[in-house]
Nanobody, 126 residues
Framework: QLAESGGMLVQSGGSLRLSCAAS????????IGWFRQAPGKEREGVSCVSRDDASTYYRDSVKGRFTISRDNAKNTMYLQMDSLRSEDTGVYFC?????????????????????WGLGTQVTVSS
């Protein structure tokens, strides 16, 4: 299972760090990623990283502002979000799978997804 935390209401320009704690699985065995879904929109990839951490992918709108990472000792992944904008508002989900890659439209994705978290709400006020 995956459990996200850290989402909250924040002002535009602020920062948040989302956490995703894994149980019953070992994060080091998987490609990991963060996704988000804004109201009325489809879920989109935010950032993904390969199992060996050699390849990292970000959607264009978050490059330079968001950083994905994992702590294998804590079996937890993170998404550091800086310079937040109102368009970053949405429910953020973590997920693990086999292969991290960049999909159509520069959309980070994970192939052969195994597990999704339930999500955490991020609201950025302008």
């Amino acid at each position: 299972q995956l459990a996200e935390s850290g989402g909250m209401l924040v002002q535009s320009g602020g920062s948040l760090r989302l956490s995703c704690a894994a149980s019953g699985l070992t994060l080091a065995d998987y490609a990991i990623g963060w996704f988000r879904q804004a109201p009325g929109k489809e879920r989109e990839g935010v950032s993904c990283v390969s199992r060996d951490d050699a390849s990292t992918y970000y959607r264009d709108s978050v490059k330079g502002r968001f950083t994905i990472s994992r702590d294998n000792a804590k079996n937890t992944m993170y998404l550091q979000m800086d310079s937040l904008r109102s368009e970053d508002t949405g429910v953020y989900f973590c997920a693990v799978g086999t292969i991290a890659t960049m999909g159509p439209g520069n959309n980070p994705m994970i192939r052969d997804l195994k597990v999704w978290g339930l999500g955490t709400q991020v609201t950025v006020s302008s």
